[in-house]
């Protein structure tokens, strides 16, 4: 007869329908479940109570918490390692794999180790293998054969993963009792509300759990709170997603499904509940053995009878409530076994009344079975850790624990607070909760349930108070006398021949924590690292508190005075592809977006915007793009460079600001005129450029490159958080639109549009900048000529700038002006000579390096990264950026990144290369070694297909050297 089966009714399996089977393999073998069960639910309904082997001495092991808190029902699911597979659903055709083992799981090979443990001491590691020297680099492969969980597929798809971001006033951390009542009081306060939970659906303990000893009255306080949560339209319901980190400023990270969050709130209230402990005693690791909760998980949620006759051991009420559930399932209850005397309370009054044996004042001492609990031990206890002799022997084959708690005070402690032992309670409890954190429910230490919901309603109110600022009304959380009776101080029995198990992931006994001390590590966080007592995956959530007992004993110190070890994030794993994964990037049109489609234009990507590649058939893109550059040298042209970064900088110190961000020199620049804007990092490193245009004495405003506007905008923010100058900088690249008009008869189509500004030679020179109405749109007017020809760039409100594209187009066509897209403005720019940064620079470029010398200002005593270049330049470069023209006019141009080869190695590498329709010859720009970079050297192109081909260094501008067009 199976140990565990089905159960059917309205009253079990909460999380599943029957009416939809789902089919997946076990270690190749056929297995049935239904949706929603997750893959330990589902095995133990087809008999299969085995899950995984342990990690050291690979001991059967079986379901412990049924909620992804332990590592005895971790499996590979496909080339995924390191499921939980109590929390991961099934899926049709899922295969999912036993770890940890050699053979199969119920016969593993390696549970032999258990043979040799003796040899196994703890810490073994530190104190063997490294004698003889050289002995490790034997021992090394077998150790890491043996070692580990699942296994990785270097191979395995690249699966979809992305993130989002989210804003609330009020963050409520746990969807249980406590925190349904945080956040229905948070949000009936008017706040904006987010609730997070892990599980399905909301109502935390009330989902399977008892309240007031009945289940009846458990669903009633679930109902009624969800349904009053999902009536607030301020109160959002996030389930099935977890929060892994609580940083500074109510900063959350959370995972659900695929999709990282990261979360902004302004207040954040923790009801995360508590974690369960172990009783510690002889094969208390046996599958069979779990937590009372996880037995009750099994019953509600997923309809599982978890075993045919159970021994309850507690220490609190909450055995009680899992022996009448147990008892409801059709489990026949041998014991329950509380360590202390007989208890009150409504579920302890209907064990009795229901006639099921309760030994009080007993414990259990050791469990008999290999693959399974077959039999218990009960004695009475007679001192702290003490029994006496001649146990009785229970026949068994589910053991139920609930001896007591910890508070899951991980989130709380990420913030800063610190977890202070209380001996009243025997748990641990939050100090020193940063600002704009609460707590509220176990985590807080309130245990009694009327108590509990009525502080966690004042601490909803509180946190939604203060997120709106309004006076703070929420008291400190009172004592809950009830806590005393919920955790036992020393549920502990050793000394007897089977092993006693502190921590599950580890395979660490009682006797590995006290022997760790003895060795010399008696700090906790010294005892953690040695013993590595809380490293595996539990992350200690049932080793620590045990762990900290036994220290405090060997140590003669009080459980307080040893402390804890420090909580870190993440709260559960996160996978490489969620911190990875793709990042919030819109795609942004410009104003003038949909008059570029009109007009045919082919679109790219730059950046996080869509540009115009070039206006034509994709099938003549050549034949496109020559003709826009020609139509911008021998006319006009007309090109959207909405997409160009904008900065505001305004104040008494602008141009003090200004000359320390850039390499030029701009405290005694001009109003109404531009200069170049070169910036370097610390290192001396190229990572931007653009104009700096003055319109007064305190007002800068400077444009940067599309794609590193934003970092230009984070280093002028980071910068004058150190520099307090009496500025105000804004990233106004949105507010703004743009078009340059370039060519000779740029000036022509200007003047015919009506304008208060001059736009003649003598009062509007080339690097000038002007502000007025043009057309009756007011715009910022910079005379720049990044083409090389008479240009205009013309700024204006984003609103309008389709409205001036409009008008620039109507009024240039008598002038045959012509669109022209970033194609040709690259092939513009190259004739010019001009580098982009990214593309002809690198990571590693200084302005030295790219023969921009001319753009630093020597003099000055201070910009960012001048101390780096300076000492770059007096070290010497070991390349040159250099203009060359290949010397047969029938080779086809280099791409970038094709590489400069001299006598078989690589010298250098092209940066931009292109076929000019000006100069009829392939020209470009390529870093080479300082002895090639002279003009008239020569030097070898390696292109594709392994190709050479020959290359002169020539002087840039390659077009207009004498830049006379550009001062028309």
């Not at 040799?116 to 002995?135: D, H, M, Q």
């Not at 505001?648 to 602008?654: F, K, M, Q, T, V």
């Not at 590193?708 to 106004?732: E, I, K, P, S």
């Not at 690198?842 to 921009?852: I, K």
């Amino acid at each position: 007869m199976k140990r565990t089966a089905r159960l059917a009714g309205p009253d079990w399996g909460l999380l599943i329908d029957p009416s939809r089977p789902v089919g997946f393999t076990f270690d190749g073998q056929r297995q049935t479940g239904f949706a929603g069960d997750v893959i330990a639910s589902a095995l133990m309904a087809g008999g299969r109570s085995l899950l995984s082997r342990s990690f050291k001495y690979h001991r059967p092991r079986g379901a412990l918490t049924m909620a992804g808190h332990d590592v005895n029902a971790m499996v590979q699911v496909g080339p995924e390692p390191n499921v939980r597979g109590d929390r991961h659903p099934i899926e049709e055709g899922m295969a999912v794999t036993s770890i940890n083992r050699l053979g199969s799981l119920d016969a593993d090979r390696y549970a032999v180790l258990e043979n040799f443990s003796r040899f196994l001491p703890v810490g073994f590691y530190y104190k063997t293998f490294f004698r003889p020297n050289g002995s490790w680099k034997l021992f090394e492969k077998p150790i890491r054969e043996l070692a580990g969980l699942g296994r990785l597929d270097p191979k395995a798809h690249h699966g979809y993963y992305d993130k989002a971001y989210l804003f609330c006033d009020v963050l409520v951390v746990g969807a249980g009792p406590a925190g349904l009542e945080a956040a229905i009081a948070a949000a009936e306060s008017g706040a904006d509300t987010l609730l997070l939970d892990e599980w399905p659906e909301p109502g935390g303990s009330l989902l399977y759990g008892r309240l007031d000893g009945t289940r009846a009255a458990a669903n009633e306080r679930r109902r009624a709170l969800v349904a009053k949560a999902q009536s607030l339209p301020t109160l959002r319901l996030m389930a099935d997603t977890t929060a892994t980190g609580l940083f500074a400023d109510n900063w959350t990270s959370a995972i659900a499904g695929n999709r990282f969050y990261k979360i902004r709130s302004r207040q954040t209230v923790l009801a995360t509940g508590a974690f369960d402990q172990p009783l510690v005693f002889g094969n208390n690791d046996r599958p069979g053995i779990m937590f009372a909760d996880a037995a009750q998980r099994l019953i509600r949620l997923y309809g599982i009878r978890p075993g045919q006759r159970a021994v309850i051991v507690t220490a609190n009420r909450f055995g009680y409530d899992a022996a009448l559930d147990l008892a409801d399932a059709g489990v026949e209850i041998a014991a329950v076994v509380d360590l202390g005397p007989a208890r009150q309370g409504p579920a302890a009054d209907a064990v009795r009344a229901r006639a099921i044996p309760v030994r009080t004042g007993s414990t259990l001492v050791e469990a008999r079975g290999k693959a399974h609990v077959e039999a218990v031990a009960v004695a009475a206890v007679t001192g702290r850790g003490e029994t006496a002799p001649n146990p009785e022997w229970i026949a068994c084959d589910l053991v139920a624990m609930s001896v007591g708690y910890t508070p899951a005070l991980n989130l709380a402690s990420h913030a800063g607070a610190r977890a202070v032992y209380d001996e009243t309670i025997a748990m641990h409890r939050a100090r020193d909760l940063p600002p704009g954190v609460a707590i509220a429910g176990a985590a807080a230490g309130l245990w009694t349930d009327a108590l509990a919901a009525e502080d966690a309603a004042r601490q909803g109110a509180g946190a939604a108070a203060r997120a709106l600022g309004r006076p703070d009304t929420a008291a400190v959380a009172p004592a809950d006398p009830g806590a005393a009776d919920i955790t036992h101080p020393w549920p502990i029995f050793t000394g007897g021949k089977a092993k006693d198990f502190v921590d599950f992931d580890e395979d660490l006994q009682a006797k590995d924590i006290v022997n760790t001390v003895k060795d010399g590590y008696d700090d906790i966080q010294l005892v953690k690292r040695y013993s590595t007592a809380g490293l595996g995956p539990s992350q200690g959530r049932h080793a620590n508190l045990n762990t900290i007992r036994l220290v405090a004993e060997a140590t003669g110190k009080t459980p307080a005075a040893v402390g804890t070890t420090t909580f870190r994030p993440p709260l559960v794993p996160e996978k490489f592809a969620h911190l990875a994964g793709r990042s919030f990037e819109p795609v942004r049109h410009t104003a003038m977006h949909q008059r570029h489609l009109e007009l045919g234009a082919r679109m790219m990507a730059a950046g996080l915007w869509m540009r115009p590649a070039y206006y034509g058939a994709k099938a003549e893109a050549a034949a496109a793009i020559t003709a826009e550059v020609k139509a911008v040298r021998e006319n006009v042209g007309m090109i959207d460079v909405s997409t160009l970064g904008g900065i505001e900088i305004r104040g008494p110190d602008a141009a003090e600001f200004v000359d320390r961000i850039y390499t030029w020199a701009y405290a005694k620049q001009p109003v109404g005129r531009a200069r170049y804007a070169l910036a370097t990092d610390q290192s001396g490193v190229v990572f931007d450029d653009g104009v700096a245009c003055r319109f007064h004495e305190r007002h800068f405003y400077v444009t940067a490159t599309t794609g590193a506007v934003d970092q230009m905008y984070r280093q002028m923010g980071w910068w004058n958080t150190q520099w307090r100058l009496d500025v105000d900088v804004a990233n106004v690249t949105a507010a703004y639109a743009g078009v340059n008009i370039a060519g000779p008869k740029a000036r022509a189509v200007l003047a015919t549009l009506p304008t208060d500004i001059d736009l003649s030679a003598e009062a509007f020179p080339y690097m000038a900048v002007r502000a007025g109405l043009l057309g009756g749109i007011p715009v910022r007017i910079l005379r720049v000529g990044f083409v090389g020809e008479l240009g205009y760039e013309i700024h204006c409100p984003s609103g309008q700038g389709e409205a001036l594209w409009d008008m620039l187009h109507e009024a240039g066509k008598p002038f045959g002006m012509k669109p022209f897209g970033v194609e040709a403005q690259r092939v513009l720019r190259l004739e010019k000579g001009h580098i982009i940064v990214g593309q002809d620079t690198d990571g590693l470029t200084n302005p030295a390096e790219a023969g921009m010398e001319w753009a630093l200002a020597r003099k000055k005593p201070f910009y960012v990264g001048k101390r780096a270049v300076d000492m770059q330049i007096a070290k010497g470069v070991t390349r040159r950026l250099v203009g060359f023209a290949l010397a047969d006019p029938a080779a086809p141009a280099p791409k970038e990144c094709h590489l400069v080869i001299r006598d078989g190695q690589i010298a250098g590498r092209v940066t931009s290369a292109v076929l000019s329709p000006s100069l009829g010859k392939v020209v470009g720009l390529a870093y080479l070694p300082p002895d090639l970079a002279e003009a008239g050297s020569g030097f070898s192109i390696r292109i594709e297909g392994g190709r050479m081909i020959e290359a002169t260094v020539v002087p840039t501008p390659f077009y207009d050297p004498e830049n006379k067009r550009q001062d028309l």
